[in-house]
């Protein structure tokens, strides 16, 4: 699998057949997982909500980002233990995440664990939609003296809409969420919740407002990352 599954957040609902809906219930705790060598196992807590069994899938792939691309990999070097499972009704269940490669974590690496409840077939019903969840949990295997982020922004025109890249030049992950563009006292956009990741080494870029004209200077970005509120100047190099 070279792209990213669709959509990066955290839990997404796809959908099976048509109609009525019938709503199904896992759940996953916590929402991500950082361990700092030489630690190599983390544990993620299923929940059955529903008062029926249900199956569940689990994978690890390997996450990368290229050219403002989120990509998923195969990968051998970090395990679910075990990799499937029958809920109960209401049930719990508990997964390890593991690291067996043998190598040293020399900075940061990343991986998203995907949990996928499994259709059942015995349960499909005409006429109706069966919502079945898909969690993506972000994994972190990192060295304690790892460098910390470091992100230049940048904003730009493509078609119709407005585009935020961030670039990190530092070797650790940069979470971003709740962001707010501005020039001057006027808004110019925002996206509410989580944006993204910008990983250690990599560039990405999301839409953030339909295009709009700017005059020169600067759009002040008002933001949140995993170490609190932010905020940073960009320089407008397109108008």
């Known amino acids: 699998m070279r792209r990213m599954l669709p959509c990066i957040a955290v839990t997404m609902p796809l959908l099976l ?7 199904t219930s896992l759940r ?3 929402t991500n997982l950082e361990l700092i060598a030489p630690a190599s196992t983390g544990v993620l807590n299923l929940a059955n909500d529903d008062d029926h069994p249900i199956n569940v899938q689990v994978r690890v792939f390997k996450w990368s980002q290229m050219g403002g691309i989120e990509r998923l990999e195969p ?14 009704p209401n049930g719990q269940y508990v997964v390890r995440v593991v690291r067996t490669s043998k190598a040293l974590v020399k900075s940061e690496e990343t991986y998203r664990v995907i949990v996928d409840e499994l259709p059942d077939p015995a349960r499909a019903r005409a006429g109706t939609v069966t919502l079945i969840m898909r969690h993506s949990i972000p994994v972190f295997f990192k060295n304690a003296d790892v460098k910390a982020a470091d992100v230049s922004w940048n904003i730009s025109r493509q078609g119709s809409s407005l585009f935020l890249t961030g670039t990190n030049n530092g070797a650790s992950r940069f979470r971003l969420s709740n962001v707010t563009l501005k020039q001057g006292p006027a808004k110019i956009g925002s996206r ?17 407002t339909t295009a709009k004209s700017l005059s020169g200077g600067t ?17 407008v190099t397109k108008r």
């Open 17 to 23: 057949s048509a109609y009525c809906v019938n709503a």
């Open 28 to 30: 996953v705790a916590p």
């Open 75 to 88: 990968t051998r070097d970090v395990v679910a233990s075990p990799p499937s499972a029958k809920m109960a």
């Open 192 to 208: 509410s919740g989580l944006v993204g990741y910008v990983l250690g080494g990599a560039t990405m870029q999301w839409p953030i």
């Open 219 to 235: 759009v002040t970005l008002q933001g949140q990352s995993d170490l609190g509120p932010f905020d940073a100047n960009i320089a």
